[in-house]
């Protein structure tokens, strides 16, 4: 399984940019895809995450804000980020829990893609 994730950059506070993350892999299917951000000092933390049925979970500093969204027919996930600010700075990775065909069996297991910086400056 590969996770590329894309669309992280520099953006003053008030813009906005869209992350993109596209899994592949010999998925049986997938369950949920999400979100998440690491500051510098900071633990990990979700941000937002979209199941299989189209539930969708925000953290509250995000609602209003960031909208997650999915393209189940490339196994793609989006974070659209608008009205940024300075405290959304951070390494952003997606994550994708699914289940992939191992042969004789299926697994379930959480995946994670390689990270993308996002820098709102003030």
Sequence with gaps: VQLQAS?????QAGG???LSCAASGNFFGINAM????QAPGKERELVASITSGGGKNY???VKGRFTI??????NTVYLQMKSLKPEDTATYYCNVVGTTYEGTYLL?????GQGTQVTVSS
Excluded: E, F, I, M
Aim: aromatic share 16%.
């Design 7 to 11: 669309g992280g950059g520099l953006v």
């Design 16 to 18: 906005s940019l869209r």
């Design 34 to 37: 999400g979100w998440y951000r």
């Design 59 to 61: 953290t509250d500093s």
């Design 69 to 74: 969204s999915r393209d189940k027919a490339k």
């Design 108 to 112: 379930t297991d959480s995946y994670w």
